[in-house]
T-cell receptor
Framework: DAGITQSPRHKVTETGTPVTLRCHQT?????MYWYRQDPGHGLRLIHY???????DKGEVSDGYSVSRSKTEDFLLTLESATSSQTSVYFC?????????????FGEGSRLTVL | KQEVTQIPAALSVPEGENLVLNCSFT??????LQWFRQDPGKGLTSLLL?????REQTSGRLNASLDKSSGRSTLYIAASQPGDSATYLC????????????FGSGTQLTVLP
């Protein structure tokens, strides 16, 4: 199994509070991704990173920011959580970003915003 | 915009059956397509990655095919087992971006002992 650790695995928070989810990898892969999974919408990309300090938006990036200061860590921040951000968040990594690399996923972080 | 459809949405079969899961996509200008399985409460596990230059990819009892011209991929599972019960998702790249995948809603498979 790819060495991907997400933390926290479960979090309950209140509307308006900031939340940071962490993804840590031990594979030294260049590409890292944050997805959210919701019933009826499947998996949707929030943000991704193609190197340290290099990030780009996905299809559902509003309300989220990311940072990558080290190869192994990719942080997802909800500056002011809303109930619509209740979801399961998955981090993924890939060695290659040109469409030829496999994508490996973490176990997920379940976030509930009350 | 890449749109992915997986049929059937759910499937229940007795153990030992061979089965086919279908995936169709609208944008055939893809570099590859990946199949995943997801167990309840878990992350996704990569099963097979088919490059655009390939027509098939095999791993054990799994065989995936890709027909770009028709916008279709199939996942064939031979001699199904209860441990194969999971949701299977296909994911071609998003239109205009090799780095981003578009996921189907998946086929929820139950293999009965």
């Amino acid at each position: 199994d790819a060495g991907i650790t997400q933390s926290p695995r479960h979090k309950v928070t209140e509307t308006g509070t900031p939340v940071t989810l962490r993804c840590h990898q031990t594979e030294n892969h260049r590409y890292m991704y944050w997805y959210r999974q919701d019933p009826g919408h499947g998996l949707r990309l929030i943000h991704y990173s193609y190197g340290v300090k290099d990030t780009d938006k996905g299809e559902v990036s509003d309300g989220y920011s990311v940072s990558r200061s080290k190869t192994e860590d990719f942080l997802l921040t909800l500056e002011s959580a809303t109930s619509s951000q209740t979801s399961v968040y998955f981090c993924a990594i890939s060695e290659r970003g040109d469409g030829t690399g496999e994508l490996f996923f973490g176990e997920g972080s379940r976030l509930t915003v009350l | 915009k890449q749109e992915v459809t997986q049929i059937p949405a759910a499937l229940s079969v007795p153990e030992g059956e061979n089965l086919v899961l279908n995936c169709s996509f609208t944008d055939s200008a893809i570099y590859n397509l990946q199949w995943f399985r997801q167990d309840p409460g878990k992350g996704l596990t990569s099963l097979l990655l088919i490059q655009s230059s390939q027509r098939e990819q095999t791993s054990g009892r799994l065989n995936a095919s890709l027909d770009k011209s028709s916008g279709r991929s199939t996942l064939y599972i031979a001699a199904s087992q209860p441990g194969d019960s999971a949701t299977y998702l296909c994911a071609p790249p998003r239109s205009g971006s090799a780095r981003q995948l578009t996921f189907g809603s998946g086929t929820q498979l139950t293999v009965l002992p």
